[in-house]
T-cell receptor, first 113, second 110 residues
Framework: DGGITQSPKYLFRKEGQNVTLSCEQNLNHDAMYWYRQDPGQGLRLIYYSHIVNDFQKGDIAEGYSVSREKKESFPLTVTSAQKNPTAFYLC????????????FGPGTRLLVL | RKEVEQDPGPFNVPEGATVAFNCTYSNSASQSFFWYRQDCRKEPKLLMSVYSSGNEDGRFTAQLNRASQYISLLIRDSKLSDSATYLCVVNMQSNYQLIWGAGTKLIIKP
C-alpha cells in the first residue's frame, strides 16, 4: 500500500523541550510539505522540500526546523523557540512542486503540558 | 483581504437537499484550483480539481469563474456522510504553493 505515514498520532511537549514529528512516504514523490492547522483555520505552510537535501521556509517557519536526507522522509522538529506549538500538524507530498494535488498523512496532534 | 476566503458556516442542511459553497481568491494569476474534504480530526482529502470548463463527479459539481475570481462547489441530493468541512485551495502561480481557505463546515441532518 502506497501512502504517507506520520507518527506519533499524539505528542506531548514539556516547556523548553524539542520534539520531532516523523513523516514518511513511499509514493516516490519529489515534493514534501509540513503544515500547521489551528482550530477554525486553514492550513499554514511551515516548510517544504522539492528535492533531497533542499528545503525552503514557508509562511510560519519560526521555531521549527526540518531535514530532507532521504526522498522518503521529511521530519519536523518543533523547537523550544516555538512558543505556541499546540496544533494539528499535517505532512503532505506531491509528485513535483508545481501546484499539484497534495496527499496527506493522518496528522500528529501536539499538545503542551 | 485574505488570499482565499470561504464562508465558515456551519451550513445546516436537511438530507436530500442541494447545497452550494463559494470561495473567492485574490490572485488573478492563480492557475490551479481544488476542493478538499476534511472530516473532524482527520487529514484533508482531495474531493475534486476545478477546471475552467467546470466539472462534475456524481453528485458534486465544481465551477470556476475567473472574471469574478471565485470557485463554487455544488452538492446535490446530500447524504449524511457528506457532513464535513470543505476546503477551497488555490495555487499561486508565482511560487507554486497551495493557499488554503479556512473551510466551510457542512452538517447534514436526517
Amino acid at each position: 500500500d502506497g501512502g504517507i505515514t506520520q507518527s506519533p498520532k499524539y505528542l506531548f511537549r514539556k516547556e523548553g523541550q524539542n520534539v520531532t514529528l516523523s513523516c514518511e512516504q513511499n509514493l516516490n514523490h519529489d515534493a514534501m510539505y509540513w503544515y500547521r492547522q489551528d482550530p477554525g483555520q486553514g492550513l499554514r505552510l511551515i516548510y517544504y522540500s522539492h528535492i533531497v537535501n533542499d528545503f525552503q521556509k514557508g509562511d510560519i517557519a519560526e521555531g521549527y526546523s526540518v531535514s530532507r536526507e532521504k526522498k522518503e522522509s521529511f521530519p519536523l522538529t518543533v523547537t523550544s523557540a516555538q512558543k505556541n506549538p499546540t496544533a494539528f500538524y499535517l505532512c503532505a507530498s506531491s509528485p513535483r512542486d508545481r501546484g499539484e494535488t497534495q496527499y496527506f498523512g493522518p496528522g500528529t496532534r501536539l499538545l503542551v503540558l | 483581504r485574505k488570499e482565499v476566503e470561504q464562508d465558515p458556516g456551519p451550513f445546516n442542511v436537511p438530507e436530500g437537499a442541494t447545497v452550494a459553497f463559494n470561495c473567492t481568491y485574490s490572485n488573478s494569476a492563480s492557475q490551479s484550483f481544488f476542493w478538499y474534504r476534511q472530516d473532524c480530526r482527520k487529514e484533508p482529502k482531495l474531493l475534486m480539481s476545478v477546471y475552467s470548463s467546470g466539472n462534475e463527479d456524481g453528485r458534486f459539481t465544481a465551477q470556476l469563474n475567473r472574471a469574478s475570481q471565485y470557485i463554487s462547489l455544488l452538492i446535490r441530493d446530500s447524504k449524511l456522510s457528506d457532513s464535513a468541512t470543505y476546503l477551497c485551495v488555490v495555487n499561486m502561480q508565482s511560487n507554486y504553493q497551495l493557499i488554503w481557505g479556512a473551510g466551510t463546515k457542512l452538517i447534514i441532518k436526517p
